[in-house]
């Protein structure tokens, strides 16, 4: 209730410092960047590392059963591909997650140190931010970098991952004609 609660005042924020002029945008667009980042990551981080246990305790606990029974020679357990595929794609978008925030924080960072280096201007009721700075460009491929994230690591995560890997066996039929 309390995230809901934060995302929503961002929310709000963030349409005021869109709905302002040029003056001093890129400063305050960063900081609620960075909250609205802040906020969704603390109850991502918690929950992934919750399921990445859970997964890990279930499969503990079917390995041990496994190892209990009488037949832990011939099979092996069903899930345990469906647990590791689970597991990789948990961590990527726990690491997406993470470096998204990171990448903020650099550029939160830099626009506290050098806000003057970005010039925005009004073209027919949209603003552009650009610089004319190498440093200040980079800041902005930065941004664009971040904004990318979760287009390139989600659908990875959910599409590429899971994908069963196809092993290489023949299948011998023998037909015996009399």
Same mark, same amino acid.
């Not at 503990?60 to 099979?75: A, I, P, V």
């Not at 650009?130 to 959910?158: C, K, W, Y």
């Not at 599409?159 to 066996?169: A, E, H, Q």
């Given at each position: 209730?309390?995230?809901?609660?934060?995302?929503?005042?961002?929310?709000?924020?963030?349409?005021?410092? !869109?709905?302002?002029?040029?003056?001093?945008?890129?400063?305050?667009?960063?900081? /609620? *960047?960075?909250?609205?980042?802040?906020?969704?990551? /603390?109850?991502?981080?918690?929950?992934?590392?919750? !399921?990445?246990?859970? !997964?890990?305790?279930?499969?503990?606990?079917?390995?041990?059963?496994?190892?209990?029974?009488?037949?832990?020679?011939? %099979?092996?357990?069903?899930?345990?591909?469906?647990?590791?595929?689970?597991?990789?794609?948990?961590?990527?978008?726990? /690491?997406?997650?993470?470096?998204?925030?990171?990448?903020? *924080?650099?550029?939160?960072? %830099?626009? %506290?140190?050098?806000?003057?280096?970005?010039?925005?201007?009004? %073209?027919?009721?949209?603003?552009?931010?650009?610089?004319?700075?190498?440093?200040?460009?980079?800041?902005?491929?930065?941004?664009?970098?971040?904004?990318?994230?979760?287009?390139?690591? !989600?659908?990875?995560?959910?599409?590429?991952?899971?994908?069963?890997?196809?092993?290489?066996?023949?299948?011998?039929?023998?037909?015996?004609?009399?």
């Amino acid at each position: 209730m309390v995230s809901v609660v934060a995302v929503v005042i961002i929310i709000l924020i963030l349409t005021s410092v !869109i709905a302002k002029d040029c003056d001093n945008n890129m400063m305050e667009v960063s900081i /609620a *960047g960075f909250a609205t980042e802040l906020v969704s990551y /603390a109850p991502t981080l918690y929950f992934g590392w919750d !399921i990445l246990k859970s !997964i890990s305790y279930k499969q503990q606990e079917q390995k041990d059963e496994l190892r209990l029974s009488t037949d832990h020679m011939l %099979f092996k357990p069903v899930s345990d591909q469906y647990a590791k595929e689970r597991k990789k794609q948990i961590q990527l978008v726990l /690491a997406a997650y993470t470096l998204s925030l990171l990448l903020r *924080g650099t550029v939160l960072g %830099f626009n %506290f140190n050098w806000d003057d280096y970005f010039t925005c201007t009004d %073209f027919e009721g949209v603003y552009i931010v650009t610089s004319d700075r190498f440093i200040g460009q980079a800041m902005l491929v930065l941004i664009e970098i971040n904004q990318l994230l979760p287009h390139l690591i !989600i659908p990875v995560a959910l599409y590429i991952i899971p994908v069963k890997r196809s092993s290489k066996s023949s299948d011998l039929h023998l037909v015996i004609h009399y």
